[in-house]
């Protein structure tokens, strides 16, 4: 019998968004807020492999949420992106926003990706802000 969660959550594997030394973990304190239990899958940039694909590394995140969705049979899947990504650097924005609108932009592209390939899945978008002032702090708020 195959094993069930409800979510599935594709995330950048940046440590601000992980287990840091002082405990803080928000990708867990993401998922324990969600009340079920969440497949992760940690990628640098989280979901930029399927927007802009290089070798095959799209189909290795594709895969990878693939098992997610048919052997665990989850119903949503959560795309969280975050401000001050390195695998984005290559970019060089000239401002947050700016930065800020790419994600944004990048996290739609792969919604409606994985849309197509998942109609009965929900995808839900949110993204992890850097508290005013600090450099490795951040607060991971919904993307509508």
């Known amino acids: 019998m195959p094993h069930t969660c409800d ?4 995330t950048c594997e940046d440590f ?17 807020s969600l009340g079920v239990d969440c497949d992760l899958i940690t990628r640098a940039g989280c979901i930029q492999d399927l927007v802009r694909p290089k070798a095959g590394l799209d189909e290795s995140l594709m895969r990878d949420i693939t098992v997610s969705v048919r052997r665990h049979h989850v119903k ?16 060089d924005f000239a401002t947050r926003e700016k930065g800020t ?6 996290q739609h592209e792969a ?18 802000d850097l508290l005013p002032g600090s450099r490795d702090r951040l607060a991971i708020r919904a993307v509508d």
Not at 7 to 10: G, M, Q
Not at 101 to 106: I, L, R, V
């Open 7 to 10: 979510a599935c959550i594709v």
């Open 16 to 32: 601000r968004l992980h287990a840091r030394a002082d405990g803080e973990n928000l990708i867990a304190d993401y998922a324990y």
């Open 76 to 91: 949503a899947i959560h795309l969280i992106s975050h401000e001050d990504c390195g695998a984005y650097s290559d970019f």
């Open 101 to 106: 609108a790419q994600h944004h932009a990048d």
């Open 111 to 128: 919604r409606r990706i994985l849309r197509k390939q998942f109609p009965d899945v929900e995808v839900v978008l949110a993204f992890a």
